[in-house]
């Protein structure tokens, strides 16, 4: 445990404005700060402990995922797709590089190269740019200075019985006075799994490498240099849900970081990041035979960006201030083979060479009124400029609109916190902007095959304007803990897709062409209930409850809100032995979307139960954990399945942890 | 310094190395268009003491739509030389000896500031070893006249995006339509310009001498409509159609224009149906617009197609 406070100190993993005011080198300077900081939530589940990134996000209350097959599913901030949040590792912006969402970021990384996961509800996520649903920041693992113990690493193995994914996962730190190195290396590989049917979901398989390597040095006493670069390789990926598969997806993500501390005076930090990544993605129908055209879809993604920030402390105000500036370019290429294929290949681009600048000021404060009692209040100020190179894809469906546009992106949140004794309460209150992605604004028959639709983006759409507002109020005593959250979103300019009675498919599954509008307001409101009681020190119980309805200006439900939902889990540690028991569940998806293509879900129930044992080595602690998901083989798909495809039957999960 | 070094050279390494190349798309469409814009001479006459220089695109006559500058100049002093009812007329002598011309300008214009005669011809076969185009030339100068005769040789038109198409209409008329432009088609909004021509029956029997203008006149047909439902043929693109397509209304230079949108490259079908100036329909036909996957898509009966 004091090894993570320290590592909460340096390179460390930014730390908030409103919940540990500072950063310093020093175990000397740490004492002289209050670190109040939120316990940093480690990457594994209740359950498990060696989790995919997926999985350790789908612990998060506010977290849901659409699901394509086993491997990157997107996730869903407060019930809202992924376009309306910031997506980011280390608060540097990366863009998938798939027109039909196979790579959302979080796909890029893997849970031994991240240390923590920072969400942020709404606005209070605009740290990082323009948004509406919130923030999620992939934090990566970097270890401080002149730890004592030089050398750190661990190395996990596992493997489930279902789908026979074996992953071998490894990292390992060296730590001195001047000099850090961090590096990481993973592989996962996965057959197809099987529903609780015990039928194979084909083209449900996987294969992963993922590496990185973070190198700092020590200019001086209160400054240093470091350099970070992830690679990233999946190969061989089936996506069940989807008409096609992905052959290759490579990512290199670097960055040079400077950062400096102050002793003295209002700066405490200031932190500068200079940042490139490149992603290449190519998909592959050749597995699948039912297609009637071969088809070649390569996307390309490349961000250039800099992160400066610095963070401020006088008395009992502190304050967070960060630039953000990145040039994005999305490629995406579609060629059709005819049936003859000495004949001619059709090609277009479906993102025609897209470049999207942004350049933002966010600023967040935090004012302790009163022991009890704390204002937090952050503006954001954002100029999003967009470019399409070969704008006469777009002039297509929107003759005449211009090649470029430039947006404004204000945003503005306040909040209000209170403790008295046991019970603590919050209020909070947002507004914000953000621009269409490139699919929204600029993508060409870009083909969903969750309705059937080839989708066409508009360069015109306005900007999506959110008013937030929520609230908190929680209880905690002893041995229980009562926690509820509501966040309400106003959402004016909703953009969605909404069928064309112009034009015709171009991808030969579809039944028609949808065009990017806005509605002119959407509603969206989330509740979360979280509990915890303690039966005794061995014995904790754990429940949550989510709930959301979200509808458009007719009232008529949104597509992918998640039904009434709740996990509960039992944990006995007891001497060298811990066991765990969950339910994860959701009732009937009553308020189902049809015109969006969605069909009512049923409801269920899956059980899990895992079991973990510590023993001794020669001087090494060796966990080994056995456990099993959906332990009763019930066959079920949930309301983000895309296609309804069902999810994994029973698996039988074993994995060993070893510290070193 | 290491460090540096050691990111400037992952970043280089990125960079160079994508596994799967771009396309270049300015070269996409160049794989099997050709576009020709530059004029150069395709044949040359010298007659008594003239020199008459044909000049056509790329120097070759093409089947279809060509368009003709015709330059005179005394031989000896490479001047320029005026001269007065300049007619141009191209003959075909088919294998069984007969002879038809084409659609044509017969009297060429004399454009003043560009210092030619100009004007087109539609050639509707290309040149055989048993099949022969002639043309046959006339200007006065000086108040004399002169006619002359000279074989050419007319060549396959290899980019598809210059087609054309002769048929009987229910009038019982013959008409020619061939595309002019674009030559090199975008995925974009293009203009589409055709040229719609007849051919005027004689109404008096033949002068005798050959060659007689009035026994092979044509004219560019006026007032017509040309409707557009541009489609992909691909059995695989289900019928795939574009939006925004407008049909061919005649412009003041004879030519008529529409606008047609190609949404990707590969083979497009310009469905055609023509109507005359009170709007009846001389040939073409409805198609389907349902998206029919994996079925062929069905073409008008009166079509051109395209590829780029
Ligand atoms: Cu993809």
Redesign the pocket.
Known sequence: MKILSIVLVFLGLNVNAQNAPLQSDSTRLLKEVKVIGTAKRKIETELKMAVSVDEFLASSENISFIKRGAYAWEPLLNNMSSERSTLTIDGMHLFGA???K??PITSYVESNNLSTIDIKSGQEGSMHGATVAGSIDLKRKSTPFGMEKKVNGTYQSGFEFNNNQLFNLGNASYSSQKFVADGSVSFRKAGNYYDGNNNKVNHSQYQKFNSSVGLALKASPLSCLRVDAIYDQANDVGFPALPMD?WLSRAIITSVAYKKLFEEGLVKVWDTKLYFNAIE?Y?DDTTRPENLVHMD?P?WSTTYGLISKVNLKKGNYSSEIQLNAYDNLSIAEMRMYPQDRNKRTMFAYSWPWVSTRFAGLSMNNSLEVSERSQVNFGVTLGLNYNHSKYVEFNWIFHPGASQSKTRILPGLHASYQLHINEFDFSVGTGYGHRAPSVSEGYGYYIYNSFDRYDYIGNPNLKNEVSYEANASAGFTKEKMGIQAKVNYFYIENYIIGRILSLGSPMNYQSVGVKGYTFLDHAKIFNLSLNTHYNFSDDLRWKGTLTYAHAVDEQDQTLPFIRPLSYQTSLRYVKNKISLQTALNGDFTQNNYSPQYGEDETPAYVTWNISADYTFSFKKLKPVIQVGAENLLNKQYSTYADWGNIPRMGRNIFTSLKVNF | MKKILFFLTALCFVVASCTKKKTDYEAEINTVVTEHYEFKEAVAITNSGYAISIEALNGTFYKGYNEIRLKITDKQTHIEVKASNVTFLPIITTANGQTISCPHSYSLDYQADSQYYSGYAVFTKESKTNENWDLYLSFTINGQSYSLKQNISVKEQTNKNLSMTAFTGKDEEQYFIAIVAPQKPKIAENQLIAGIYKNNKPSNPSSGVFPDPSQFSYSEVSDYVLQLDPRMPEPSMGNHSSLNNRDLIQRNDGLYAGVVNYTMTGNWTLNFILLNKNGRILKGTEVSKDFTPGVEGAKSDLFIDILF
């Open positions: 798939c027109t039909d196979m790579d992905l993605h998909m879809m996307g």
